[in-house]
């Protein structure tokens, strides 16, 4: 069977990645001299609860190709074909990591290495649906090739109470175009070309959900949601009650923005992710 | 001998990392570059000074750090580029002094040559100014100087003077305004810090990891970021030439040099000895520097680079980094306050006019056809206005959709409800949506007695009107009716109030206006300098 990996910026719960066979490798979050491992040594709660009370900021590194290598090389025990689906290389080098990592491995196993142009619940999107792939018996060529052609059908949209984390990350791409404003605003961001892209802004949260809503309800046929939140569960349950008519809900997944992502977006996000159907 | 003192290959290799780190980072130093000329090739200049630098250090297997330092001194005047390069050359010059005769060195001699490149690089400036790599380099320096009382290692040396960097660098827009305005921080400081950073990661042994990892840029403090389309198209100033050349003579004066260059130019920059200088200076006639110094003696690595087109480069870089314009809005409004607070929410052209000054057709057609885009969005902000707008359409061959906004508040709405991810006519949609949520509330006083909706006004009393039709409240005091108005149109069901207020109005009275409305209504309530005057207050409800 086709072993699939990720990393962390996928935001892939532990759950999840064990109900569908996925190996995630985690990036780093840095607070000052401590280090911790995405979603292994540090929960999104503890990471949420560190990023309010520490009082410097913190910074993320990426994986290593060796660590990515050594990861190849034990599933290469198992398997013969690996598909590895990274968060865009606009944000992370992740990809060009893995794609290291790749020649470093001398086992015999054949390893494909996906930009996903995106990340969290839209990287998560085309994961999920290449483990689903690889579960039902396809073969390395068959998903690798559904999964790059799956890229442009992803959109995800996030709303923020503040672009401030994105800024200080230096990930803001052209969204930049919201900063300075003198008014307060919910702004709307989604990815785009692998970047960040301004959408649009609300005046209030409330707003920026009923955005979210319509946004997937423009949408002729999903082929699977993900919905995110950062430190706020209860708005998440408003979202996913008022899109459970909208899409099926055994075609939405749920998580929570990672200590990674969470790094560079900062807490109060939402995040939607749409994988549209052929 | 201690086993951490460092030699001239550690030196080396220190940089070489360093180096590295920059070249990374140069994409977005040359992005911030806004000072003294937004050229946008800080980043590049100092990456090419530092290779120079490095080139020289290879040839050099010498293990003495001052035989090293040397050459990459030597290196970094000959490469030298724009004005952080020559700053950078000074830097190297003032550490091979600090280092000179020495075989080795350590965290207390590290920072002692960090003093000296310090002075050197202060010297060199005709006039320094604050808030540069000049600071940065001061601040680390003085934080090295600090750091070798508690621990002399170099590495721990080392990054305290990167810490002091970093913070230095966060400084340097409220020390230098022009940074502020643009909401930078020091492309030049910045560039030091990656710098100093990636030597660092050598001497931690991080340098292999780095090659996966993104330079930290540190962010500005201030919030207000610009904003290419806000940037001038074409300039008032030309800025010339940037004429950087090195000099090799005998008995070459530089304090001569420098006196005579002085009144030829700007950002002048002399540094070297007497036989062999580097000169930077930016002037309108580069021929003349030239002959100038081909009397002293024979030049070297002539640059000469026409600013002006750097700088257009420098905008189209900007833009690149911004959404793109295919859409402009084209907004009506009054007051100073609006001006700023809608440049502040995107690309826009303003058409000063309101209540008591309607703008011509000739005005909104000139400004349509001034904006950058093809598709144009209208907002007349004022019922009056609409017709006149209405007009433009058939006066020109850009596409115009013009929104029947009455009310500014509804030009705010239809400003934060502009979506980039539709088309012009898509977006005039969701922007009539958006306005019909919106609602106004204009206060003004009475400028007659009168008889309105069964009202009884007397002339001088506050009155509140409702989306520009209904007069809904009426008083002697402006707050009750305000409290009053807000009732009637519905602010219990609002989510966001936000009160915008006039020229006439102090910031104080605003605010406790503020505090009643939140005590009252339980809204989330934003007050606005809007600085129109016709209108006392103008009140949105969202």
């Known amino acids: 069977m086709v072993k699939i990996v990720t990393d962390s910026c996928s935001d892939i719960t532990p759950q999840l990645a064990q109900e569908f066979g996925i190996s995630v490798v985690p990036l780093y979050v840095q607070f000052g001299n401590e280090t911790y491992r995405d979603n292994v040594d540090l929960s999104t709660e503890e990471f949420y609860h560190k990023l309010e009370t520490s009082k410097t900021l913190p910074t993320t590194s990426t994986v290593t190709p060796v660590s990515f290598a050594e990861l190849f090389t034990k599933l290469a025990e198992e398997t013969k074909e690996i598909l590895t689906i990274t968060i865009s290389e606009r944000f992370s080098v992740t990809y060009e990591a893995a794609l290291q990592a790749k020649a470093m491995v001398s086992k015999d196993c054949r390893i494909e290495v996906i930009n996903s142009q995106s990340a969290a619940g839209g990287e998560m999107l085309l994961v999920i649906s290449a483990a689903k792939m690889a579960q039902s018996g396809a073969d390395l060529d068959q998903i690798a090739d559904w999964v790059r052609k799956a890229v442009p059908r992803v959109q995800v949209r996030m709303s923020f109470d503040t672009l401030e984390y994105l800024r200080r990350g230096g990930r803001i791409g052209k969204a930049q175009a919201f900063l300075g404003s003198l008014l307060k605003a919910n702004p709307v961001l989604g990815i785009k070309d692998g970047d960040t892209f301004p959408i649009a802004r609300t005046r209030s949260r409330t707003q920026a959900v009923d955005f979210l809503v319509n946004f997937v309800k423009g949408f002729s046929q999903v082929e699977a949601l993900a919905i995110e939140d950062a430190t706020t569960p209860d708005d998440l349950e408003t979202l996913a009650e008022r899109l459970k008519d909208i899409v099926p809900p055994e075609r939405i997944y749920r998580s929570k923005v990672g200590p990674v992502v969470g790094t560079h977006v900062g807490p109060q996000v939402l995040a939607v992710s749409v994988l549209e159907a052929e | ?542």
């Open chain 2, 1 to 542: 001998m201690r086993c951490d003192l460092a030699d001239g290959q550690t030196l080396k290799e220190m940089f070489a990392s360093g180096t590295a780190w920059l070249e990374k980072s140069a994409p977005d130093i040359n992005a911030i570059n806004v000072f003294p000329v937004p050229d946008g090739d800080t980043g590049t200049n100092m990456v090419l000074t530092m290779r120079s630098a490095m080139e020289e250090a290879k040839r050099n297997s010498d293990s003495d750090v001052s035989s090293v330092v040397k050459s990459m001194a030597h290196g970094a005047l000959m490469g030298a580029r724009g004005n952080s390069g020559v700053i950078l050359s000074q830097f190297w010059r003032g550490l091979a002094k600090g280092l000179e005769g020495k075989a080795h060195f350590d965290g207390r001699e590290f920072a002692e040559a960090l003093v000296e490149a310090s002075k050197t690089a202060y010297k060199g400036i005709v006039q320094p100014v604050e808030g540069t790599i000049l600071t940065v380099l001061k601040d680390a320096s003085r934080a090295a100087e600090t750091a070798v009382k508690d621990d002399d290692a170099l590495a721990s040396v080392l990054e305290a003077a990167v810490k002091s960097a970093e913070e230095s660098v966060a400084r340097t827009p409220s020390l230098l305004p022009v940074l502020k305005e643009a909401g930078v921080v020091d492309a030049g400081g910045q560039g030091l810090y990656v710098l100093l950073d990636g030597a660092l990661q050598f001497l931690k042994g991080e340098s292999g990891k780095a090659r996966y990892r993104m330079p930290h840029l540190v962010a500005t403090e201030s919030e207000l970021v610009p904003r290419a389309a806000q940037m001038p198209t074409h300039l008032e100033m030309p800025y010339g030439y940037c004429t950087n050349f090195v000099l090799e003579g005998r008995n070459l004066n530089l304090g001569k040099i420098e006196k005579d260059l002085k009144k030829k130019g700007q950002s002048l920059i002399v540094t070297g000895d007497d036989s062999l200088a580097r000169v930077h200076i930016h002037s309108f006639e580069p021929g003349q520097i030239l002959e100038y110094a081909t009397r002293l003696g024979k030049l070297h690595e002539i640059t000469i680079n026409n600013m002006d087109d750097q700088y257009a480069e420098f905008i189209e870089m900007q833009r690149e980094r911004m959404p793109p314009v295919d859409i402009t809005m084209v907004t009506v409004a009054a007051g100073d306050g609006f001006f700023e607070l809608f440049n502040s929410l995107g690309s826009a052209i303003i058409v000063p006019g309101g209540q008591t000054m309607n703008p011509s057709v000739r005005e909104l057609l000139q400004a349509v056809e001034s904006a950058p885009s093809d598709g144009i969005i209208l907002l007349p902000n004022n019922k009056n206005i609409i017709s006149a707008a209405a007009q433009v359409k058939s006066l020109t061959s850009k596409k115009v959709m013009v929104i029947p906004a009455r009310t500014i508040p509804q030009g705010v709405a239809a400003f934060l409800a502009f979506n980039y991810d539709m088309n012009l006519e898509q977006n005039a949609q969701v922007i009539e949506e958006a306005i019909k949520k919106v609602r106004t509330i204009e206060v003004t006083r009475a400028v007659r007695k009168t008889r309105l909706n069964g009202l009884e006004i007397k002339k001088g009393q506050f009155i509140a009107i409702l989306d520009d039709e209904d007069l809904i409240a009426r008083g002697d005091m402006v707050g009750d009716v305000i409290v009053q108005a807000l009732g009637r149109a519905g602010a219990e069901k609002a989510e966001v109030v936000t009160i915008y207020y006039g020229a006439e109005i102090e910031a104080v009275a605003a605010g406790e206006i503020a505090e009643e409305v939140r005590g009252r209504y339980h809204n989330e309530v934003e007050v606005v300098y809007g600085g129109q005057s016709h209108y006392n207050y103008i009140i949105s409800l969202e």
